[in-house]
Every structure is written in C-alpha cells, then in structure tokens.
C-alpha cells in the first residue's frame, strides 16, 4: 500500500460483494486507510468469514449486511442500516456481479435474466438506494462500478455479463451528468483477468485458457486484486476529484491485443 494511512479518515464506505475476491482487496484497502467499510452480499457465512478475516489480519472492522442487490428494498435497508452505522456514505463500490460461460445459442432465458438482474439492476437498485447518503457526503460522493474489459468488445459465451457490464458503463455515464450537480462522481474499472478470484478461474482456469489468455496479456501475467484496489482509491480519493464519467482499465494492455 503506497497511500498515506489516513486518507479515507472520516469516511464511509459500501462494497457490495466485498467479501470474496476482488471486492474483498477493496475492502482492505479502503479500511486500511482509514474508511469505515460496510459489507454486503447474499451468504452469511461469507460476510462472517470475510469481517473475522479483516479484524484478525489487519485490525479492519466491517460492518455487514446480507441483502441481495436484486431486491431494491432489502438492499435500500441493508445500504439504510450501514450507512447509519457508519456515519454516513461518501464511496459506493457495485463489485456484486455473476457470470458463467453459455453460447448465446444455448442460453435460457433465466440464465440471461439472472446476469442483467444481478449486474445491471443491481447496479441501479445500489445507486438509487445510496443517492440520499452520496448527497450529503463531505467531499462530494463517489460511485465506482466494477466492469469488465468484455463490455468493450463484445463478450462471446457471456454475452449476458458483456451486455450487462455494458449496461453499467451507459449508467454510469448517465449518472456521471444527472448526480454531478450533487457533487457525486461516477466512474468504472474494467479489470482484465485478477488472479486468485472466482471469476479467473471459472472463467479462465476451469475453460483450460489459462495459457492462452495469458500470453494474450502484453505485460505477461495476470492482475492483483491489489492493482483494482489502487485504481479505487485512485479515483475516491482526492486524486479523482475531476474524473467522473470515466472508465480506468486496468489490465495489463490485454484489451488492445486483438490479435
Ligand atoms: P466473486 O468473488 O464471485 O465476487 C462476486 C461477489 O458478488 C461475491 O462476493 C458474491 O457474494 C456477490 N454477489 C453475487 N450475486 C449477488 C447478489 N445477487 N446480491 C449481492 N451480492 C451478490 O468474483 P470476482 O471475480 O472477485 O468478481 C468481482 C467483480 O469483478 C465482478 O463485478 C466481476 O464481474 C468483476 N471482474 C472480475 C474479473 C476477475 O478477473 N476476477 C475480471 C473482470 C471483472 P454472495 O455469494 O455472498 O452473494
């Protein structure tokens, strides 16, 4: 961690899915500096694990709610009960998502559904249900949804997560112009492949594309959650403060090897 320790002092934070993989550095990172950090996601023992973890590890306590990002009430009260515990909202981070690999010929429509409902709806139900908090933060609220690189493209067999992730990036973009006036900066990360996570190895490692999408990365070798953790901070902090509306990438050069 190369950030002054107190930079997020004073600070609150929401990272939904901040239990496991990506979300989980976020969460580290954001609370080692200083930022009182709330949790939420659907499975308890996740949550319980992942604050146990915080608190014996690096001396972190986060807060944490279950609530599915689907249900726009349940996440409002889950959002509503860690933003009174932690003295408000100032970072909003929509990590949540699910994806798995499908052609789009064989896809069914639940498949389909449940990726929108998760990453673009849920994305949506985050944003409205934080709005009231962003408003009122210190230095202005900040939005940081976690895309993917696959959104740029197109994403064959998960054309689901690709026009979902998609989705997120217009929100943003929209959100960027209607919330400016409140101060609120909205902005994303695509990461390409993060190693140690979910989402390399269903998607990478279990396809047998491991080798294959490594030599595709111009910088040889896969992410750090630690690397999509630095571009949060970079874009909350106070080295962000006219980036709304943005995507930072952060993978290695893969996306501009089509090759
Ligand atoms: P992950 O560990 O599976 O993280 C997903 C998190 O979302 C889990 O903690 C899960 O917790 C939560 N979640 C899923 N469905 C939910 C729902 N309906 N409501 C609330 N929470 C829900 O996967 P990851 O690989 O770290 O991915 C994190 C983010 O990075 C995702 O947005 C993903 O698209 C993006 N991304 C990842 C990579 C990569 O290399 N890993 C690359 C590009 C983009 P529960 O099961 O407890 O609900």
């Known amino acids: 961690m190369n950030f002054a320790p107190d930079i997020f002092a004073g600070r609150s934070a929401v990272v939904t899915g901040g239990a496991t993989g990506i979300g989980w550095y976020i969460v580290r990172m954001l609370g080692g500096l200083g930022a009182n950090v709330g949790i939420v996601s659907r499975k308890e023992e996740n949550l319980v694990r992942a604050s146990e973890q915080f ?9 944490w709610r279950t609530g599915d990002v689907r249900d726009p ?20 981070v929509c990590n949540a998502a699910g994806n798995f690999i499908c052609p789009t010929e064989e896809l069914s429509w639940n498949g389909w559904r449940t990726v929108i409902e998760i990453d673009l709806n849920g994305t949506f139900n985050c944003c409205q249900a934080a709005l009231p908090y962003l408003k009122n933060a210190g230095d202005g609220g900040r939005i940081i949804s976690i895309s993917t690189t696959g959104a740029n493209f197109g994403w064959p067999t998960a054309a689901h997560a690709g026009a979902a992730k ?6 943003m973009k929209s959100l960027a112009v209607e919330w400016g006036g409140y101060g ?5 990360i695509s990461p390409g492949p993060i190693k140690g996570t979910e989402g390399v190895d269903r998607l990478i490692i279990q396809q047998g594309m491991a080798e294959k999408v490594t030599k595709s990365i111009p910088l040889g070798v896969f992410g750090d959650g630690d690397d999509i953790a630095n571009a949060v901070v970079f874009l909350a902090g106070e080295t962000g403060k006219y980036i709304s509306g943005a995507e930072l990438v952060v993978d290695g050069g893969a996306q501009w090897n089509r090759r």
């Open 184 to 188: 609120i900066r909205c902005n994303w």
């Open 73 to 92: 009430d349940g996440i409002k009260k889950a959002i509503d009960e860690l933003a009174n515990e932690n003295g408000g909202l100032d970072i909003l």
């Open 55 to 63: 608190k014996a590890e690096d001396g972190i306590d986060v807060a």
């Open 166 to 171: 998609a989705g997120i990036q217009n929100l």
